[in-house]
């Protein structure tokens, strides 16, 4: 057992502690190199990872297209961010927190900057004038909700998440205190879904792609090693049903596979073809 931790009076940077993430976190802001972005022919370039945070922006980009919308055309390029590839200078001069996602909107007349996945749900639905309702009370909900995931997921990420799979040393305080809140962000929403079919109401909308980006790599069994049996998620029968119907759409199986690396993904996405390849080897991806 670990001597107990006595905190110091100030704080300071120790570079070697922080398990599989120590190369990359660090307590200060800016660029470590110079860098450029690749740019593509489409009018907009997305600079990301296939995490769940990543996996939000890939699928509205799908379902846009899924919906007809030629303008929504978007190149796809891998920063790996283990790597460190966030820092660079081209990433930073995007989005300064160096997380991703990243957005570069080329479609008017000036490049316009997005960064942080809610940001950049709500400026493309915004654009593109889908998957967000028009009237006051629907937008309300949509919008409240979608916050509500951004607010959470620090919780399920970096809380639960890092405790129970990544921290060097596994500690029954920090695992049990994020594994309820985990829980209790789990039932809020099942809560929610046993009384409207989406979160928002009878229509899908950006806030169920926000919140699918995170509760999908539960339902699917692809979160914390383990992590998904051992807070019991498929207990939540609700959330259930919307994963499997949302997880149905093509849209969304064409946009968890992008920025992702490995068999049966798209590590980068230039055209449709580049995921319709893969899904012709794998007729029946996970939903």
């Known amino acids: 057992m670990s001597e107990p931790y006595t905190p110091p009076e100030v704080w300071t940077w120790d570079a070697a502690n922080g398990g599989p993430f120590a190369s990359v976190n660090r307590p200060i802001a800016g660029a470590t190199r110079e860098t450029v972005l690749p740019r593509g022919q489409h009018p907009f370039q997305l600079y990301s990872m296939g995490t769940p945070n990543g996996q939000k922006v890939t699928i509205l980009f799908e ?114 205190r994020f594994a309820m809140e985990a829980k209790r962000i789990f039932d809020v929403a099942d809560r929610r879904l046993g009384e409207s079919r989406y979160l928002a109401g009878d229509a899908y909308s950006i806030a169920d792609i926000a919140v699918y980006g995170w509760f999908g790599m539960f339902h699917r069994g692809e979160a914390y090693n383990g992590g998904a049996r051992f807070l019991d998620f498929p207990s939540y029968r609700n959330i259930a049903r919307w994963a499997d119907e949302v997880g149905a759409r093509p849209a969304v199986q064409r946009g968890i596979l992008v920025n992702r690396e490995g068999e049966g993904k798209v590590p980068e996405r230039h055209s449709a073809a580049d995921i319709d390849t893969v899904l012709a080897a794998s007729p029946t991806p996970a939903t």
């Open 63 to 176: 379902e846009l297209l899924a919906a007809g919308i030629a303008g929504a055309e978007y190149d796809a390029w891998l920063i790996r961010i283990m790597d460190g590839d966030q820092f660079g200078s081209g990433f930073v001069s995007i989005n300064p927190n160096s997380k991703i996602p990243a957005l570069l909107d080329l479609s008017g007349p000036e490049p316009v900057r997005v960064f942080e996945s809610g940001a950049i749900l709500l400026h493309l639905a915004e654009k593109f004038g889908v998957f967000l309702p028009q009237d006051a009370q629907g937008r309300a909900k949509a919008l409240s909700w979608l916050f509500w995931q951004m607010g959470s997921a620090p919780m399920l990420g970096g809380g639960f998440g890092h405790f129970y799979a990544y921290a060097p040393e596994k500690s029954e305080y920090a695992i049990n």
